[in-house]
C-alpha cells in the first residue's frame, strides 16, 4: 500500500539532488507533491516527471530566503491542494573555503538560505499544520555539523 496516499508535501530545492529524488519517491507512495526551487526549469523537470509517471505535482518558483514567496508557496498550495501534511525543507547551499578567505556576502548568503529558509518554512507552514492538528517537518541537516573537516566551516 502507498505510505503516503493522501498526503501533500512541500520539499524546498526539489529541481535537484536530494530534494528531486525525495519528490520522486513521495509521489510514487501517493503524496501530491510541490516542487520548489530557486531554478524554475528544474522544479517543473520534476514536476514533469512525476506527472508522466501518473502522479500528482505542482512547480513552484521559490527562494527559501525570502519571506514573501513563502507566504504564496503556503497559499497557493492550500489553495490547490486544501492541505500541508509534509515540509521537507531540503534547499541548501554550501560554501568550501578556508574560514578567513570567507567574505561577509557569502556568509550572509548561505545563512540565509540554509538557517533563515528553514525559519520560515516551519513559521509559514506551522499555522496549517496547527489547524489540521497534524503534520511532519524533516529538516535537512549534515554529518559536517558534528565532525571538522577541511574547508568546511559553514
Ligand atoms: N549531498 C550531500 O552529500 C549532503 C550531505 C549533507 C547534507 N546535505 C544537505 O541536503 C540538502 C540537499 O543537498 P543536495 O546535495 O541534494 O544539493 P543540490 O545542490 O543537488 O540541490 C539543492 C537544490 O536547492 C536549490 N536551491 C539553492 N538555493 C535555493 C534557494 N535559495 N531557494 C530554493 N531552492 C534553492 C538548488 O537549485 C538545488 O536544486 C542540502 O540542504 C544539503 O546541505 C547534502
Known sequence: MARLAGKVAV???GGTG???KTALRFAQEGAKVVVTDINPDSANSTAEEIKNAGGAALAMAHD???EDEWQRIV????????KIDILFNNAGIYIIKPLAELTLEEWNRLMSINVTGVFL???HVMPVMAKQQ????????SVAGLIGAPGHVL
Request: no cysteine; aromatic share 4%.
Open 134 to 141: 497534524a503534520g511532519s517537518v524533516i529538516n535537512a541537516s
Open 64 to 66: 527559501v530566503s525570502k
Open 18 to 20: 536530494i530534494g528531486k
Open 11 to 13: 520539499i524546498t530545492g
Open 75 to 82: 497559499s497557493q498550495t492550500v489553495e490547490q491542494y486544501g
Open 121 to 123: 518554512g516551519m513559521k
